[in-house]
């Protein structure tokens, strides 16, 4: 059932009946794969990818990376539940890298205000020694959608071969 | 003032070009259509069989091959007709040919002349009947039927073999149906064919892309077929290689050398940057063409069942990547259907009156686009029908 979740990780909008077509499986066996899947958390979740900018130009997006002095009954764990509480919070990774240690993604309606969220909800967490913000300036491609049509079909329409 | 007519050659002038040119050209005037009308892959040539092409002009391989082609292609090629049909040829029974189009030109112009028939099942790929004609040749239509999922029966080989014909033309996986002929279908033409001096061209071009577990069986398997049997192939289709222009036939060694004449002075030797391309696309690629194969297989699948709900009997086709379903049921001819489909919806599909008079009542939807693309399309074609019950 590989290609159940290659179909919707790409498109979740494919209804019971349209997998059942495309993978010649009954639309009962497509339930309730789709149910293990969800059950289990091998589906996490569903969404849109949305292109927030087109709706408010000032939005943008910020890849933090913060250095971190673990401790012992505060390890990297511990510190990632606090940050993935907060709502402005889209992304949350354990790194190996060496010159730190998680890294953060987040979403504001402008640099201020991602600034101002670093400095006051990330920068002052226990344990974190330092941040450093990276602004996103252009979104071109995520979770496998391009931002802008780059590719259009080149073959000739028209033709009986 | 020159009279070209009567310059030009009889034969050429004489032959008819495609029935549904008018459709195209009107096609061709709608904007922003959303077309099922093309016959090639929607996948790019595989990375690594690109990257073979690269290499070569990079190292400057830019001569002529040899007449037949490049020995280790030829070898290569030799090696997957043992492993995958079983079947033996020395390299010196293959070349190496301009597409399968070539191929299938220098097969019948190798063995039709004035006055001899070949046999053709239709509806088929357009190209078997003016290449005969150009031979002087006559060609003898052989309407498949639906009810016999588009395969050609035994009977139906028997009643059109006249005294004067000289070549089977056996092109299975088809375009446009989607039938495949399997090994008891293959067995039962041979039974008619063995006792005959008839040869078959077999246009193996959609081998690599049958759906449903069983895969395409060459008629060359069959007892006593292989001494009758010229195959085509090629890259286009499996290996989404339309544009390097590739193919090959294997044959018996009388027939493959009396072809390769015409070839060395038609063509001299095919392209050298695509051969060496399609050394590694047949050494190396079974996973692409596989992965390549499933993705058509679900949309095969989607659409199937898609025009079958949407009332048009559609037959599930085996193989290639087109769908063929009927339109009859909407009370018009296929060249309306697809007239009026183009201009109330802006979707382009095929009549399948252009792929033999047989395929009249049809139409063929090719599914070598996205599955987005393809759904868009299912949702035009539903909303036509509705109104057309209107
Ligand atoms: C049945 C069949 N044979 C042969 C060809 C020729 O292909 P190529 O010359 O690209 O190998 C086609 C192309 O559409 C085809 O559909």
Known sequence: MDQLLKLLEQNAKLSTEQLSAILGKSEEEIRKAVEEYERTNVIVGYNALVNWEKINPNDCTAVIELKVQPKRDHGYDELAAEIMRLDEVQTVWLMSSSSYDLSVIVRGHSFRDISMFVAKRLATLESVTSTATNFVLKRYKEHFFPFEEIEKDERRHLNID | ?390
């Open chain 2, 1 to 390: 003032m020159i009279d070209y007519s009567k310059i030009l050659s009889e034969k050429v002038a004489d032959l008819k070009p495609s029935g549904i040119r008018k459709f195209f050209d009107l096609a061709a005037e709608v904007k922003d259509v959303i077309a099922l009308t093309i016959g090639e892959p929607d996948f790019k040539t595989p990375w690594h069989i690109r990257e073979a092409g690269i290499k070569s002009l990079e190292k400057g391989r830019t001569w002529y091959t040899a007449n037949a082609g490049l020995f280790e292609l030829r070898e290569e090629i030799s090696k997957y007709l043992k492993r995958r049909f079983s079947l033996e040829y020395d390299t010196k029974d293959i070349f190496v040919t301009v597409g399968g189009s070539e191929a299938i030109d220098l097969t019948i112009r190798a063995i039709i002349d004035d006055g001899d028939d070949m046999l053709l099942p239709i509806p088929s790929f357009v190209c078997y009947d003016p290449i005969c004609k150009l031979a002087g040749g006559n060609v003898v239509t052989i309407p498949t039927k639906r009810e016999n999922d588009f395969r050609l029966t035994a009977e139906e080989l028997r009643a059109a073999i006249t005294p004067k014909t000289k070549l089977l033309v056996l092109p299975f996986p088809n375009n446009p149906t989607g039938a495949v002929m399997r090994r008891e279908h293959l067995e039962e033409i041979a039974e008619v064919l063995r006792g005959t001096d008839i040869m078959v061209l077999s246009d193996e071009i959609y081998a690599e892309l049958t759906y449903g577990g069983e895969r395409h069986v060459s008629i060359a398997e069959i007892d006593g077929m292989k001494e009758r049997t010229i195959i085509v192939n090629g890259f286009s289709k499996a290996y989404a290689m339309t544009g390097w222009r590739l193919g090959y036939v294997a044959g018996p060694s009388p027939i493959i050398s009396q072809m390769l004449k015409i070839h060395q002075y038609a063509i001299m030797s095919s392209p050298t940057t695509s051969q060496y391309a399609a050394t590694v696309a047949m050494s190396d690629c079974d996973k692409e063409v596989e992965d390549m194969k499933q993705q058509y297989d679900m949309r095969r699948r989607y659409l199937v069942k898609a025009f079958n709900d949407m009332g048009l009997d559609c037959f599930t086709p085996e193989g290639a990547f087109y769908v063929f379903p009927c339109i009859k049921s909407t009370g018009l001819s296929s060249e309306e259907f697809c007239e009026k489909l183009l201009h109330s919806k802006k979707v382009a599909v095929v009549p399948g009156g252009a792929f033999g008079t047989s395929g009249e009542g049809f139409v063929r939807v090719s599914y070598s686009y996205s599955l987005e693309h393809l759904m868009e399309a299912v949702k035009r074609i539903g909303e036509f029908l509705e109104e057309l019950k209107k």
